[in-house]
């Protein structure tokens, strides 16, 4: 590989060497009007390291030269900034990237700072199409981002915000026949916001001697600690980096939100129990009328992965070291596949950006909303099963509200020998707001066909199991 050669600055012969060695230790981040770079050295391997290296020559001598103006994970004063962070390259010649965008406010803490401060502003952090398939989401923060610029420009902006726009490069590459197929990952390691590491077993060893009395400086060691143990792992396919890569970026925020959508859906929320108060405040401010509250989980999917380390740590420590529950991470589905429409991302970018006001990132007050969602329980969810093969004629509607007992659904069979036979109906088993159903009206039997959120526990749910039971 031909390398550049800087004469005023790179005047060593082992160029690779010095490139890895202050790759190593600093964190470079260029103003908007550059093309940004941005690595997060420790993480990458020193061969990947030597490839942008010399690609990004250019800018790293005009980086040394400007070396006071430089900043690692330091903030002067409000600014945006764009980054590339390289992943795992998973075959020969190809490779891909994760786009993210940081704004960082008035009042603006980092990592190496301290996001516990109890004068700071949050730090948040945001995500969209992480299954690849579900665009909503990608089109939402699009519309996002101007109001942060504006809000950038207006210079009202004080805490800091984290957006990743496209969360999952690789499910988007999974491109068959026509169709983008999410969800789960071509390359055996499954569904994509599933087995994201779980952090608190190896956090657990290294608290025990460094906890203290300090509430504000056990929080800030338990968030470096956890995102230690995070780039201790050495994640081998590239759906595990991708998932190492965005839990690293989220870890350092307070409030994580991961949009999603379902096949056909209204507006719905998957939140945490610890998280009840301040998730409903989320659904008003997106006007969203069913919020489902999980207990505990057993998937680790991307907002469990934030939150639970907290309060597992919590469980462990309560008795001789306090610490505040630090971050509020829940997943957002904007409706369904379809539903790629400016009207809904720009009322929906609203909602998030009047819950960023609620929660001091922005300033501003907050409208009052009509619509309060206390919240159900995710184990009062039917998951709405198709006996048997066949297509789905349904008798309700998303946004419907249901009794237990009532028909759904019909699936038509015309294997069947008459018409009567032909249509097998499908029963709900609570009463509660159908929210998600099948896009696709062909099913096979004991697959979902919809989704109703009741308010009471159902006793063939398993709890822990989300979605799946
Ligand atoms: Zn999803």
Redesign the pocket.
Known sequence: MPIGYCPEVCQTPDLLTLYYSVFRSLTFEYSKHLPAIHFQADTIDKHTIYKHAFYSHAFYCHALYSHKRSRINRVSSMSKSISHLPLLSPSLGTERSLKVIRWEGTNSVTRTDSAADADKSPVVYLQAG??AD?WSGIHCLHYLEKLLDEALERGELTGTVIMVPVANPIGLGQHINGYTV??FDFDYTGNF?RNFPRLAPLAIPRLQETLGQDAQRNTKLIRNTLIECLNDLTPRLEADFLKQRLLELSLEANIVLDL???SEATLHIYANQHHQVKAADLAADLDCPVLLLEESTEGAPFDDANAAPWWQLQEQFHKNHPFNLDCFAC?I?LRGRTDVDSVLAQRDADGIYQFLQRQQVIPGTPKQSDRLTEGTPLDGMDAVKAPIAGLIEYCKSVGDVIKAGECVAWVVDPYADSHDSQRVPVYSTTDGILFARRRDKMTRPGHTIAKIAGAETLAFRKEGKLLEY
């Open positions: 992480l299954h579900e999410g969800r916001n999603h959508c379902d997943t589905e």
